[in-house]
């Protein structure tokens, strides 16, 4: 079993929400940076949030104002919260842990989730 372990993935209609989350089995509180990526068929993997160990986050344009990325510390885990999901959001979602904070920097992590299979049906 990797560091990353997600869930929340399954088959939902248009319109309706859901909630992706990662545990990382080493904690996140020293991550730079936790993000989800997400790939579908025959696209480029593409950045859909990311939140700083200090709580900055980032969106991809499509979600903006229906996705909220959040970290808890305590329970080691990411969520992304997807509301109003349209048929492209179908695709494998991704967790992804990019360095772990040490005093002298960030040691390169680039650590990924299993991935999984949000399916938009109409």
């Known amino acids: 079993q990797g560091q990353l372990v997600e869930s929340g993935g399954g088959l939902v209609q248009a319109g309706d929400s859901l909630t992706l989350v990662c545990l990382a089995a080493?904690?996140?509180?020293?991550?730079?940076?936790m993000a989800w990526y997400r790939q579908a068929p025959g696209k480029q993997r593409e950045l859909v949030a990311s939140?700083?160990?200090?709580?900055?986050?980032n969106y991809v344009d499509s979600g903006k104002g229906r996705f909220t990325i959040s970290r808890n510390s305590a329970k080691k885990t990411v969520s992304l919260q997807m509301n109003s999901l349209k048929h492209d959001d179908a695709a494998d979602y991704y967790c992804h842990a990019d360095c772990l904070m040490v005093i002298e920097g960030c040691n390169r992590l680039d650590e990924w989730g299993q991935g999984p299979l949000v399916t938009v049906s109409s």
């Open positions: 080493r904690g996140i509180s020293s991550i730079k940076t």
């Open positions: 939140i700083t160990y200090d709580g900055k986050t």
